[in-house]
Nanobody, 117 residues
Framework: QAPLVESGGGLVQPGGSLRLSCAAS????????MSWYRQAPGKERELVAD???????NYADSVKGRFTISRVSAENMVYLQMNSLKPEDTAVYFC???????????WGQGTQVTVSS
């Protein structure tokens, strides 16, 4: 099984909500900072939000107040709750795991989010 598997993407109208999930396996979840990135067509991949093993969070200015990242250590899961979605949020969203005290890093396969009326 892949280390990170995303789910929850789809088509939503502007102003709507989606919740992305990322299931982690095969590594020590508590030793990794977790992040969500996104990549829109023709653009570079950008950081959306990240969360440390202790639960400290950081958000891109473009999503502050609308998106919430969380992690459930007992389930090895990371979530991205996305509210008040805008067409400019349309992108492929990727889950990322970065080892805190080492070199390992994992990426998920991505999940498509499309915001359109």
């Amino acid at each position: 099984q892949a280390p990170l598997v995303e789910s929850g993407g789809g088509l939503v109208q502007p102003g709507g909500s989606l919740r992305l999930s990322c299931a982690a396996s095969g590594f020590t979840f508590s030793s990794y900072a977790m992040s969500w990135y996104r990549q829109a067509p023709g653009k570079e991949r950008e950081l959306v939000a990240d969360i440390t093993s202790r639960g400290s969070t950081n958000y891109a200015d473009s999503v502050k107040g609308r998106f919430t990242i969380s992690r459930v250590s007992a389930e090895n899961m990371v979530y991205l709750q996305m509210n008040s979605l805008k067409p400019e949020d349309t992108a492929v969203y990727f889950c990322n795991a970065r080892e805190i005290w080492g070199p390992r890093e994992y990426w998920g396969q991505g999940t498509q989010v499309t915001v359109s009326s």
